[in-house]
């Protein structure tokens, strides 16, 4: 079932990756490759009323059905076209489970205070150009007692073998395009203030490091390659039309950030995952 308030769809807000096919298939990658580590203790008893805020393709969705069987599920997201394929990932990898869909904007949600035992949001607030805002119309739906677990990135942990200026530089250039498109990039060091602040307590964060070196070589694939250097290297259009980099200088930078996925290449990155109450 899909429900949609045309009064609560907005603009999609300015999301730095794209909607394109090649950007759902990188999400769905990412989600497939972290599953085990950014999923870990996070399971929902059957019967809970479970909120998925921004749940874009359903990349994190068919692993929280996965996780908690007998949840009843709500995901939701402003993309009208994410949501229909967020649809088509669960009908084709979770046959028979019974997802609520919602189009619309998490910031007007058009359900009753206290709708929810759980919420759940990966990869959201980061492009949100207030995310405390976003927080408080979680925290209204949101029983007292209830739950919030909240995953975010922050590309300024990501560091790699061997390392060039070049390679750095691209890494910016994307951390600069969500800034100046209202986001931020470097959110996931900030996760504990903002739920403090939007009056959660019992905040607790813990970082979810991922490693990839030659003896990894799942991690090497699914995330050095296909997760990270892809979302780099699909900004490259827009860093060239703000006038960040030239395409020589941009390539390089590419090029030496695959480097870092080769025989004798590292990578590093943390995500941090935080879990609080509505008191």
């Avoid at 399971?43 to 692993?63: D, F």
């Avoid at 359900?111 to 949100?128: G, N, T």
């Avoid at 750095?168 to 395009?177: I, M």
Wanted: charged share 20%; proline share 6%; net charge negative.
């Amino acid at each position: 079932m899909t429900t949609t308030d045309p009064a609560l769809v907005s603009d999609h807000p300015a999301y730095v990756h794209g909607y394109s096919d090649t950007e759902a298939q990188r999400l769905g990658d990412q989600a497939d490759t972290l599953a085990e580590l950014l999923h870990a203790g996070t399971a929902y008893p059957p019967g809970s009323r479970v909120l998925e805020a921004g749940c874009g393709v359903g990349a994190q969705t068919v692993h929280l059905l996965a996780t908690s069987p007998g949840m009843l599920l709500t995901s939701a997201d402003i993309s009208a076209e994410s949501l229909a394929q967020a649809q088509a990932r669960v009908a084709a990898q979770a046959p028979g489970a019974e997802v609520a869909w919602h189009h619309g904007d998490l910031h007007e949600l058009p359900f009753p205070d206290d709708a929810f035992d759980h919420v759940f949001l990966c990869f959201v607030l980061e492009h949100l150009a207030d995310p405390a805002a976003g927080l408080a119309a979680l925290r209204r739906v949101l029983r007292p007692g209830g739950t919030i677990t909240v995953i975010e990135g922050d590309h300024g942990s990501a560091f790699f073998h061997p390392e060039t200026p070049a390679a750095r530089a691209t890494v910016d250039h994307l951390v600069r395009l969500q800034a100046d498109a209202g986001g931020d990039a470097l959110l996931g060091r900030r996760l504990h203030p903002l739920l403090t602040d939007a009056g959660f307590t019992d905040v607790t964060v813990r970082p979810r490091t991922v490693y990839a070196d030659a003896a990894r070589p799942a991690l090497v694939e699914g995330f050095t390659r296909r997760t990270f250097v892809a979302m780099v290297e699909a900004v490259r259009a827009d860093a060239l039309t703000a006038g960040l980099t030239t395409p020589a200088a941009f390539d390089r930078g590419i090029g030496d950030l695959r480097r870092t996925a080769e025989p004798g290449g590292t990578f590093h990155y943390t995500f941090f995952k935080a879990v609080a109450v509505n008191h």
